[in-house]
């Protein structure tokens, strides 16, 4: 169960964020963007391509330093990036074994890997795999040391519905387990509807918030025609952001 309105556990509020691309002028990514994610709760970060949303997990990751604002909670994120980023010649146990620091690189991770179907692919390598089971690879890894924090980038993309269904339905079941907290970055609204507890809309470049949508009823009684009607009615208020 998702725990909407409990204390955050992750802040975010940048005031700027400037870059300057190669041989071109300086360009404001994000402005004024300000948001929280409550404990066990999941929230889709959703905008127009190249709004920032990704600059802004490069932020809160800690990846990027070089901004204007404060970022409070985010030490010790799991993070699955768009891409699974497994190391080719390691197998999916010592890929997943990677993201512990070393001194808990041995711990048992027997349950982790029966939770997440992977169990018999331990010795196996990336090139044997799917793209889905090198997702749920990556995020095994990011599950490994147990984060508060979860932090998905696009994390379904590239998949066929039903790779990216049973997947979605992976995460769900194992941050309500933990009780931990997602955030997520996604294009797909239905994805988004179908699974979070807040959408955090951004506007185009520099983002900013632009609306905070929470979504009180219960997933498991979320048909179809809630679903659209949800988006539809988000598309009229927000054409910018959401297309019809």
Known sequence: MSAVGADPVLRVAIDSKWYRPRDGEPVEAVRDLAFAVGAGEIVCLIGPSGAGKTTTLRILLGIDPAFEGRVAGAEGAGMVFQEP?????RSVEHNVRLGLPRARRGRDLDDLFARLGLSAWRGSYPKALSLGMQRRVALARALADGPRVLVLDEPFVSLDDAAAAELRALVVDTVDRAGMSVLMVTHNVAEAIGIADRLLLVSRRPARLIADVPLDR????????WAEETRAGLAARHPDIIAV
């Open 218 to 225: 219960p997933r498991k009684s979320r048909d179809r025609a």
């Open 85 to 89: 980023r497994l190391l080719p010649w």
